[in-house]
């Protein structure tokens, strides 16, 4: 099986930074994707940024020029700035395999979530 563990998240003001990070341990997928997705109560789960195991990056049109994403192997860490109070949210790390294998699609972890909340 595959754990994820996940660290950063807090309370930030407007405007300013805040660093999230993701670790995988387990049996890891060749082809996959790993990043952060984020959740607020009464919607639906969004994507936040992703990267392959070939180093393709994926942004989400809302934190796009926001956000950075990067990869050191099974770790991930996400920079964002200029966060806005519409960035609150609960936080979740992911790791899935891709590509047409069968098993691809039954490869899928998501870490606890961690919450991060951006207000004056």
């Known amino acids: 099986q595959v754990q994820l563990v996940e660290s950063g998240g807090g309370l930030v003001q407007p405007g300013g930074s805040l660093s999230l990070s993701c670790s995988a341990s387990?049996?890891?997928?060749?082809?996959?994707?790993m990043g952060w997705y984020r959740q607020v109560p009464g919607k639906e789960r969004e994507l936040v940024a992703v990267?392959?195991?070939?180093?393709r990056r994926k942004y989400g049109d809302s934190v796009k020029g926001r956000f950075t994403i990067s990869r050191d192997n099974n770790m991930v860490d996400l920079q964002m700035n200029s966060l806005k109070p519409e960035d609150t949210a609960v936080y979740y790390c992911?790791?899935?395999?891709?590509?047409?294998?069968?098993?691809?699609?039954?490869?899928?972890?998501w870490g606890q979530g961690t919450q991060v909340t951006v207000s004056s």
């Open positions: 990267v392959n195991n070939g180093g």
């Open positions: 387990g049996s890891i997928f060749s082809a996959n994707e």
């Open positions: 992911n790791l899935r395999g891709v590509g047409a294998a069968v098993e691809s699609y039954r490869y899928n972890y």
